[in-house]
C-alpha cells in the first residue's frame, strides 16, 4: 500500500487542460493546409504531381484545389510548390459537418461551428460512441482510444465508448472500408437506435485516403453511410478527434481564439504551480 | 546432393540468375533438410506468376549463422505440402492457396485466411466451416469481428467444456486492403505511404525495412552515419511507446489500475516524442530511402534529452510497483503458457517467441543498419507464459532506454550530403530486408522486372508468424484468460491482412 501511494506522488497529477486550453501541438505538426492561390503558377503542376493521394486538383480558373477528405498530411506537396502557395498551419480543428467543406482553396477557417439542431437537443451533454474498425491500419482506433488515458479523460466530458451498438448514439468509423467489412459494418448500424449518427474519422473512412482505388476496399463509406461528421487525418492527433467530438456535441469548452484573458485561462494560471512544464499534451 | 541456396545477408540483394530454382523433390527435401541440421526458420514461402510458370520462393533464417537461405521450385498447380513435416509452413500454405489456387497436397485444411480471392469459396467473410468439439458437454464461444473495446476486427471461435477452452479458432481477413498487389509495379509516389499503414503502430519497421531493402537495391541509396543513428531513434521509441501501452493494457487486464493509468499517459510521451521529430505520433515520414524526411536539430536534441529522463523513471517506477505486487504475479505466471518446443515447431518470432527461451532478434543475429556496428544482447526468458511476454517487455523497455540517451547525446554531425538520387532500382535482382518491428521480426521481399519496379512485393508481418502462438497459449486455458493472453501477445490484425 505504502509503494502504491509512494508511486503515485512520484507520477503526480498528470490530466491535460484541454480541452478548457487550447492544446500545443508538435512544432512539426501538419494541420490544416492553408492556401494562397494568388501566387500558383498557371503551368505548374509540381504539387499534384507529388501528391500520393490524389487529393489537389488544379482549377480552370488557376489555383488548385486541395482535398482534406483526400489528404493524408505528408506535406510533401508543400516542400514541392516553389511558390509558397501550399502552407500547413499547425491547427489541429480539422473536423466539417459536410463533404464539401474540406475542399480548401483558400487560407481561411471558415467551417461551420454550430452543430445540427437534432444532434445537439439529443447528444449534447452526453455522447455514447461505438467504435468500428473496416480496414486501416489501427493507427485511428490508437488515438482514439487514448482519449481514455488520464491525461485527455473524455469520459469527465461525458463521453464515451460502450460495449454494445444497441447503447450508442453514434458509430465512429475508421478504416476505408475493407470488402471484408461491409457486412459488419452494416450489421452495426442496423442494431443502433435512431437516429445513430456516424462520424468518419480519419482520412480513410472519408475517400479510402491512400488505400483508395485498391479492389479489397471501398474507398471510405460514404456510398454506404453517409456521416454526419467529417475529420481528416492520418491518423488525426487525439486533440483533433477530441475537438471533434466536443464540436459534434455542440460544445463550446473555451473563448474563440483570439480572447486570450478570460476566465478559464485564468483559473489556469492560478494553479500552474502544481503543474509540470510539458504536461499539456501528452498522452 | 551438395546444398543449393542464395545466401543472403540481411538487408541484402543478388541477380535474380543467382537464385536457384530446383526440381520440386530436392527443393523440398534440402529445406527440409536445412530446417533440422541447421536449425533454420522459414521467414516467407510465397508463390508467384512467373511468365506462364508458378514458382515457389522460401526464405530461412539461419539464426546462428546470421545468414538468409533462398530456394526456389517451378511447380504446375499443386505441390507435395510442407506441412505434415514442419508445422511452420502451415499459414504460408494456405496463404498460397488463397491467393493462387495452388494446392499444397496433404495440407491438413486449406480454409482461407484472409477471405481474398481466388482459392476463397465462402460467400462471405468469416462464413466457412470451423473446428468443431462434440459431445453435450461441449460447446462454442463465438466473438467478433465487432468486439466490445476499440480495437480492430478479427473473429474467435471458442471449443469449450464448461469454463475451459479446449481449441480456439482465430479467423482474420476483416482488415485486408490488397497491399501487396498495390506495391506491384512500384516503387511510385505510393509506396512509402502504403509501406507506412501497413500496420499502424509498426509505421517506423515498415518503412526502415522498406528504406533497406530499396537501399540494397540501388548502390547511390546509401544512408549517412548520421541517418543510422537517427532511424534507431524512431525505432527504439516506436518500441518504448509499444512495449510501454502493452504493460499498461496488462496491468489493466489484471485489474491493478495504478501502473494501468501510468502507462498509458507514459506511452504518450514517447509517441509525442516521436511527433516531436517529424509531426507525427506514428513517424510517418519520418524514415525514407535514402535518408530520414526530417533531421534531429539541437533544439529537439535539448528538448528530448531531459523529457526522456524524466519519462523513463517515471516508466520504471510503474513498471517495479507492477513487478512488486504479489497478486499481479499470480495472475502473469503459468497463464498462457507456450512451451518453447512448441514455440520453435510453429516458428514464433518476435517478444512471444524469446519469452519461450527462443534465441532470435534480428537485431543480435541479423543485425542491420545501426545494430550492425552496436552490438545488441537479446533479451529472453523461460516460461513462456504471460509473466514471461511481460517480463521481455520490461527488459526491453530498460535497454531501449539506455540506447536513447548516448545516442541523442552524440548525433554524428550532419553531412552536406547531395540530394537523394532518383529511384532507380536494379533490373531482375531479388531483395530481403527484415527489422525487428516491435512485436517481432517484419520481412520485406522484392523482385524487380527489367525495368526495375516491382514484379512481386512480398510482405510477412510478424504477427503473420504468431496468430496461430495466440491459439496454442489458450489450449487448456480458462476462457476468462482470454483478455490476458490476448493482451500479453497484442497482435496485429491489420499487420496481417494487409
Ligand atoms: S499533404 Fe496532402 S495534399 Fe499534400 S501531397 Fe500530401 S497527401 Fe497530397
Redesign the pocket.
Known amino acids: 500500500m505504502l509503494e502504491i501511494l509512494k508511486s503515485r506522488l512520484l507520477q503526480g497529477y498528470r490530466a491535460g487542460k484541454f480541452p478548457r486550453r487550447a492544446p500545443v501541438m508538435p512544432e512539426r505538426f ?1 494541420g490544416l ?1 492553408l492556401i494562397d492561390n494568388s501566387l500558383c503558377q498557371k503551368d505548374c503542376s509540381a ?1 499534384l504531381q ?7 486538383q488544379k482549377e480552370s480558373d488557376g489555383g488548385i484545389t ?3 477528405g ?9 516542400r ?1 510548390c516553389k511558390s509558397g502557395v ?1 502552407k ?1 498551419s499547425r491547427q489541429h480543428d480539422l473536423a466539417a459537418f459536410e463533404r464539401k467543406q474540406l475542399l480548401r482553396r483558400d487560407a481561411s477557417y471558415s467551417y461551420e461551428l454550430q452543430p445540427k439542431p437534432i444532434i445537439r437537443q439529443l447528444c449534447g451533454r452526453s455522447l455514447k460512441i461505438r467504435q468500428v474498425s473496416a480496414g486501416g491500419c489501427g493507427a485511428c482506433e490508437l488515438d482514439f482510444n487514448v482519449l481514455n488515458t488520464l491525461a485527455w479523460d473524455m469520459a469527465r466530458l461525458h463521453i464515451q465508448v460502450v460495449a454494445s451498438p444497441r447503447h450508442a448514439d453514434c458509430l465512429l468509423v475508421t478504416g476505408p472500408l475493407s470488402k471484408n467489412m461491409l457486412l459488419a459494418l452494416k450489421k452495426t448500424y442496423l442494431s443502433m437506435p435512431e437516429p445513430a449518427f456516424v462520424i468518419a474519422c480519419g482520412t480513410c473512412p472519408i475517400s479510402g485516403g491512400i488505400f483508395a482505388g485498391s479492389e479489397a476496399v471501398c474507398d471510405g463509406i460514404e456510398e454506404v453511410l453517409k456521416p454526419d461528421l467529417y475529420l481528416p487525418g492520418c491518423p488525426p492527433h487525439p486533440a483533433s478527434i477530441m475537438e471533434a467530438l466536443l464540436r459534434f456535441m455542440g460544445r463550446q469548452m473555451r473563448p474563440m481564439e483570439g480572447d486570450r484573458e478570460n476566465k478559464a485561462q485564468k483559473e489556469d494560471k492560478a494553479q500552474e504551480g502544481d503543474k509540470k512544464p510539458e504536461d499539456s499534451l501528452k498522452a | 546432393m551438395a546444398e543449393q541456396f542464395l545466401i543472403l545477408r540481411n538487408p541484402g540483394a543478388a541477380p535474380l540468375s543467382e537464385l536457384p530454382i530446383l526440381p520440386f523433390d530436392e527443393f523440398r527435401s534440402q529445406a527440409l533438410a536445412a530446417i533440422i541440421g541447421r536449425k533454420a526458420r522459414v521467414v516467407a514461402f510465397f508463390a508467384y506468376a512467373h511468365g506462364a510458370a508458378q514458382r515457389l520462393l522460401l526464405i530461412l533464417a539461419s539464426d546462428q549463422e546470421g545468414k538468409l537461405l533462398l530456394s526456389s521450385s517451378e511447380i504446375e498447380g499443386a505441390f507435395e505440402s510442407f506441412t505434415p513435416s514442419s508445422a511452420q509452413f502451415h499459414w504460408f500454405e494456405r496463404e498460397i492457396y488463397e491467393q493462387h489456387g495452388i494446392m499444397p497436397k496433404g495440407h491438413p485444411w486449406l480454409k482461407p485466411i484472409r477471405f481474398d480471392s481466388p482459392g476463397s469459396n465462402a460467400d462471405e467473410p468469416g462464413v466457412c466451416e470451423y473446428f468443431r468439439l462434440a459431445g453435450e458437454a461441449a460447446h462454442e464461444v463465438a466473438v467478433g469481428p465487432v468486439h466490445a473495446g476499440v480495437i480492430e476486427p478479427g473473429h474467435f471461435r471458442f471449443q469449450c467444456v464448461g469454463e475451459q477452452v479446449y481449441f480456439l479458432e482465430i479467423s482474420l481477413g476483416y482488415q485486408h486492403r490488397g497491399i501487396e498487389k498495390m506495391l506491384r509495379q512500384g516503387p511510385d509516389k505510393k509506396s512509402l505511404h502504403l509501406m507506412e499503414t501497413c500496420c499502424g503502430d509498426s509505421s517506423c519497421a515498415y518503412s526502415g525495412a522498406y528504406a533497406h531493402l530499396l537501399e540494397s537495391l540501388q548502390e547511390d541509396l546509401c544512408p549517412t552515419e548520421r541517418t543510422q543513428v537517427m532511424r534507431m531513434i524512431a525505432w527504439e521509441l516506436e518500441r518504448l511507446a509499444n512495449h510501454t501501452g502493452d504493460m499498461g493494457a496488462l496491468a489493466n487486464d489484471v485489474a491493478f489500475r495504478p501502473t494501468m493509468a501510468y502507462c498509458g499517459r507514459i506511452r504518450g510521451e514517447f509517441l509525442n516524442m516521436t511527433a516531436e521529430l517529424c509531426g507525427n505520433r506514428f513517424g510517418r515520414g519520418l524514415i525514407r530511402p535514402g535518408g530520414m524526411g526530417y533531421d534531429i536539430n539541437d533544439a529537439i536534441v535539448a528538448k528530448l534529452l531531459p523529457w526522456l529522463q524524466a519519462s523513463g523513471k517515471e516508466l520504471r517506477n510503474a513498471l517495479e510497483l507492477l513487478f512488486s505486487r504479489a497478486g499481479v504475479l499470480d495472475r502473469f505466471e503459468n497463464t498462457g503458457t507456450v512451451d518453447s518446443k512448441t514455440a520453435a515447431n510453429i516458428g514464433m518470432v518476435g517478444i512471444a517467441a524469446r519469452a519461450s527461451a527462443q534465441k532470435q532478434d534480428l537485431r543480435s543475429y541479423h543485425p542491420y543498419g545501426w545494430y550492425r556496428e552496436n552490438p545488441y544482447e537479446a533479451a529472453w526468458a523461460e516460461s513462456g507464459d504471460v509473466y514471461a511476454r511481460a517480463l521481455i517487455r520490461y527488459e526491453e523497455i530498460k535497454k531501449s532506454l539506455a540506447m536513447l540517451e548516448p545516442a541523442l547525446k552524440k548525433l554524428p554531425p550532419a553531412e552536406k550530403n547531395a540530394a537523394t538520387p532518383p529511384l532507380s532500382l536494379q533490373p531482375k535482382h531479388i531483395a530481403v530486408s527484415m527489422t525487428e518491428a516491435w512485436r517481432g521480426e517484419l520481412c520485406l521481399c522484392a523482385i524487380t522486372d527489367e525495368q526495375g519496379r516491382f514484379e512481386q512485393f512480398k510482405i510477412v508481418d510478424p504477427s503473420f508468424h504468431n496468430w496461430y502462438a495466440l491459439a496454442m497459449a489458450l489450449r487448456g486455458e480458462q476462457i476468462s484468460n482470454f483478455p490476458l493472453c490476448n493482451k500479453s501477445f497484442n497482435l496485429s490484425y491489420c499487420g496481417h491482412d494487409l
Open positions: 501538419l493546409p504539387c507529388t501528391c500520393p493521394a490524389g487529393a489537389i486541395l482535398d482534406c483526400k489528404c493524408i498530411f505528408c506535406g510533401k506537396c508543400a514541392a501550399i500547413f
